[in-house]
């Protein structure tokens, strides 16, 4: 068995291939010679070796050269699956619908990098044979003349040859996919916090691990929202935040793993909000969006879970979508960085601060015609940095000494999650009763064996003490002042002036005091 240090080398392994850069070989400028061609390339995995990027120029060229041609431009899919019709790939696509200028054919190193199907293979050749061009393949000797039905016949047969290779593949990976179902074994994309475990480089997979980075993050954004007393730590905000701390998204760590370039993309709403409410972050194997079942009943337990039943069902309900029709509207959370967005307001007419192209705060209210703001002259307006500079010198003055308190979420006993889930498993099984899975008589006699015994369990739970689940304020052993310093950006200090319920006005120039604050210890009401 490998020592530790050991397996940390092979982790990372397991999940940081070697990227295969891939160079685009030269070409010559389209001169109307008859035998300008594209030269088409495909691989859905880069590590193919069969069709090798640099087997398969070597073949274009040669095939190229067979027939007096030269080549006018590349058109590499890299990573891109044979179901994807040709029309439709990134790079041959925009040729085939001359957006790249003209051309007088395509040559591929087989008829199978020009599709996987018939349909697809038929359809590009007969295209380009309508638009008087040529198609070469190095699997066949020469210009394909489809005019020719034995050439057009034998093109059709490899067309067919490749659909049913592909078809034979995909039933491969169903069936190899099944069986792992059936064996409790992980054979699917994991969820956001997980990743896959190799004793040995390019082994088999031994489990299924937390991420040691994903998992951390993804559980401080689930802290964090149920958290929140104030409104403003929402599923956007968490996004916003994640993507200003460069936090890869699921897409982006994906790429990592598998070798290839990050595109440091954004985290979006959808993304984020899948992650907390996926039930394969209980750890759980997971089939069409459903746990996997185990002789008892009861779902497969395939990695520690990110969180517990009573975590994910009260993330679930915080981050439930509002409906578009409704009367009342949540609190918007900023979307900046700045500090005192959201909190800063006019002194004059209680309107809502902007920030100005000045850099700085202004009120707009009398301008933007708001109720109440007509006699708003002066409005005031003061920079940022000058405001700023004091809510931090009297907030830190007020509070910066206070202990901060954590609130977090405290799954209790977690006996009334467990009933929950039995219930659920108890409901999924008469579904499936009704459904008629279960009318032989052996399987009848395991469904009543089972359904009794999750009974039994849940009235067991039932009769425990019950501790409920809630929030729970503990000590970190820091103060106000140290968090606020410590603070990241002013997003995170905007978080901290909001817990204390900060107000802050803003009176104009002339004004005795420009800047008034106002706040309300949320520990000492606690006590």
């Not at 007096?68 to 085939?96: M, T, Y």
């Not at 409104?231 to 460069?246: D, H, M, N, P, Q």
Request: glycine share 8%; proline share 6%.
């Amino acid at each position: 068995m490998p020592n530790g240090n050991q397996v940390g080398e092979y982790l990372e392994c397991a999940v940081r291939k070697p990227t295969i850069e891939v160079m685009t070989p030269p070409t010559t400028p389209y001169d109307g010679c008859g035998r300008c061609l594209v030269a088409v390339r495909r691989l859905s995995r880069k590590n193919e070796a069969t069709h090798s990027p640099e087997k398969q120029r070597d073949q274009v060229l040669a095939a190229a050269k067979s027939v007096d041609a030269h080549i006018i431009g590349w058109a590499d899919d890299w990573e891109v699956s044979g179901v994807v019709a040709p029309l439709s790939r990134p790079q041959f696509g925009p040729w085939l619908r001359g957006e790249r200028g003209p051309y007088d054919g395509i040559v591929g190193a087989a008829v199978d990098r020009i599709g996987r199907n018939v349909v697809d293979v038929l359809s590009t050749a007969y295209a380009i044979h309508a638009n008087k061009q040529i198609l070469v393949t190095a699997d066949h000797q020469g210009v394909w003349d489809l005019d020719d039905p034995n050439q057009e016949a034998e093109l059709a047969w490899k067309a067919l040859g490749a659909q049913m290779e592909h078809r034979a593949g995909k039933t491969r990976t169903s069936e190899e996919s099944k069986r792992a179902r059936k064996a409790g074994q992980a054979k699917c994309k994991l969820t956001y916090g997980y990743m896959y475990v190799r004793l040995t480089p390019k082994g088999p997979v031994d489990h299924v691990a937390l991420d040691p980075v994903a998992s951390v993050e993804i559980r401080k954004v689930a802290r964090r929202i149920l958290a929140d007393l104030t409104g403003l730590i929402t599923i956007a905000s968490e996004c916003r935040r994640l993507t200003r701390e460069g936090v890869q998204t699921p897409h982006d760590l994906m790429a990592v793993r598998a070798g290839r370039e990050p595109k440091n993309g954004h985290w979006t709403w959808r993304t984020l909000w899948g992650i907390l409410n996926n039930m394969a972050s209980l750890g759980y194997l997971m089939h069409k969006g459903k746990p996997v079942l185990d002789a008892s009943g009861e779902p497969i337990q395939i990695a520690p879970p990110l969180w517990d039943i009573a975590t994910r069902d009260a993330l679930v309900e915080k981050t439930r979508p509002t409906p578009q029709k409704t009367t009342t509207r949540k609190k918007k959370a900023p979307s900046g960085t700045s500090v005192l967005s959201e909190i800063a307001y006019c002194g004059n007419c209680q309107a809502r601060m902007t920030i100005n192209g000045l850099e700085g705060y202004g009120c707009v209210g009398r301008v933007r015609g708001v109720q109440g703001s007509e006699s708003c002259k002066p409005a005031p307006t003061i920079k940022k940095t000058l405001a700023e500079a004091q809510v931090e010198k009297w907030f830190l003055s007020e509070y910066g000494s206070a202990q901060v308190m954590e609130t977090k979420f405290d799954p209790g006993t977690g006996y009334a999650a467990r009933i929950l889930e039995l219930e659920r498993n108890r409901a999924r099984l008469r579904d499936d009763r009704s459904a008629g899975l279960y009318d032989s008589a052996d399987d009848a006699e395991w469904f009543r064996t089972e359904y009794a015994r999750m009974g039994r369990e849940i009235d067991r739970y039932k009769s425990l003490p019950e501790r409920p689940a809630g929030m729970r304020s503990v000590p970190t052993g820091k103060t106000v002042s140290d968090e606020w310093h410590a603070a990241k950006d002013g997003a995170a200090r905007r978080e901290l002036l909001a817990q204390f319920d900060v107000r802050v006005l803003i009176y104009p120039a002339s004004a005795p005091s420009r800047v008034k604050c106002s706040g309300v210890n949320p520990y000492e009401l606690a006590v």
